[in-house]
């Protein structure tokens, strides 16, 4: 049973393509994130939606949408796609009523931006 | 904003070795929390520390918190190779929001 899906894995597409990663989780959190990966590994957090709601928009460029439509799934979509948009991003789930409760990760898609 | 800070960056051992990665902060966390991610793969929950002083193990992985609550450490003993990957620390911001700030990460490497 995967607990926190995101799809695709992998994608690869050209310089000012518009796409959209899709994570669904099916742990009953409330709690959903967008989290992007560089290629030194650094994690950074991009958006946050509790119960559809957004609650954390870090500085991102107007190009990323996040869209919630119910509080199992989060989609990123990406518009005018740049080469420095190339990274994993990472879907995570957690359940913020619990304290300090732990995340839960996605597998990661990793995008390419030839 | 509030920043963890992590190191090392990199650590390549021997298998059998020991090895430490550190997380300092300049301000009192309220909890800290590790993750290990494997080539390849997505950051795993290993473990959560709360409390000052707080000291926790899991086989050969040691935690410890601070007793001001502004450092971390992760001890394992004898590395493997399975303990390849990359440790993160990360911690909660200020508020209710969940959102979780994560170290720069060590990548261990380990020699057979």
């Known amino acids: 049973d995967t607990a926190v899906s995101q799809t695709p894995k992998y994608l690869v597409t050209q310089m000012g393509n518009d796409k959209s990663i899709k994570c669904e989780q099916n742990?009953?959190?409330?709690?959903m994130y967008w989290y992007k990966q560089d290629s030194k590994k650094f994690l950074k957090i991009m958006f946050s939606?509790?119960?559809?709601?957004?609650?954390i928009n870090e500085t991102v460029p107007n190009r990323f949408s996040p869209k919630s439509p119910d509080k199992a799934h989060l989609n990123l979509h990406i518009n005018s796609l740049e080469l420095g948009d190339s990274a994993v991003y990472f879907c995570?789930?957690?359940?913020?009523?619990?304290?300090?409760?732990?995340?839960?990760f996605g597998n990661g898609t990793r995008l390419t931006v030839t | 904003g509030q920043q963890v800070m992590q190191i090392p960056q990199y650590q390549h051992v021997q298998e059998g070795e020991d090895f430490t990665t550190y997380c300092n902060s300049s301000?009192?966390?309220?909890?800290i929390q590790w993750y290990k991610q494997r080539p390849g793969g997505h950051p795993v929950f290993l473990i959560q520390?709360?409390?000052?002083?707080e000291v926790k193990k899991q086989k050969r992985l040691t935690f410890q918190f601070g007793e001001a609550k502004k450092n971390s450490s992760l001890h394992i003993t004898a590395t493997q190779t399975t303990d390849v990957g990359t440790y993160f620390c990360?911690?909660?911001?200020?508020?209710?929001?969940?959102?979780?700030?994560f170290g720069q990460g060590t990548t261990l490497q380990v020699k057979p």
């Open positions: 742990l009953g959190h409330d709690t």
């Open positions: 939606y509790n119960n559809k709601e957004l609650i």
């Open positions: 301000t009192t966390l309220s909890n």
């Open positions: 990360a911690a909660h911001g200020s508020g209710n929001t969940g959102k979780l700030i």
């Open positions: 995570a789930s957690s359940q913020v009523t619990q304290r300090r409760s732990p995340l839960h």
């Open positions: 520390l709360v409390k000052s002083g």
